[in-house]
Nanobody, 126 residues
Framework: QVQLVESGGGLVQAGGSLRLSCAASGRSFSGYEMGWFRQAPGKEREFVATIAWSGYYIYYSDSVKGRFTISRENAKNTVYLQMNSLKPEDTAVYYC???????????????????WGQGTQVNVYS
């Protein structure tokens, strides 16, 4: 049974930092692209960042570029999202996602990804 388990969310003041982790289990994730999405109340789930298996290809949404950093440790089946200079508008539930190898990288749509975690809440106050 595939599981993606996020952790590291919490309450932080604007300008602060948080580091999210996502531990994957239940199958081999060799070759999988891993991504982070977020969903604020009343809004659709939106793309945040994605990283290829190699770690060489990385993409960010414009809203987080320069503030967030995605990384991964394949030996641990874990992906991270370092979030700096947080803003109140970053408040959302953050989801980890895994995309099976399809020959291209750079998925940014919800439907691009095959497995999802349950989410971790991030609250940023001003």
């Amino acid at each position: 049974q595939v599981q993606l388990v996020e952790s590291g969310g919490g309450l932080v003041q604007a300008g602060g930092s948080l580091r999210l982790s996502c531990a994957a289990s239940g199958r081999s994730f060799s070759g999988y692209e891993m991504g982070w999405f977020r969903q604020a109340p009343g809004k659709e789930r939106e793309f945040v960042a994605t990283i290829a298996w190699s770690g060489y290809y990385i993409y960010y949404s414009d809203s987080v570029k320069g503030r967030f950093t995605i990384s991964r440790e394949n030996a641990k089946n874990t992906v991270y999202l370092q979030m700096n200079s947080l803003k109140p508008e970053d408040t959302a539930v953050y989801y980890c996602a895994a995309r099976a190898p399809v020959g291209v990288v750079g998925g940014s749509k919800v439907e691009d990804f095959d497995y999802w975690g349950q989410g971790t809440q991030v609250n940023v106050y001003s």
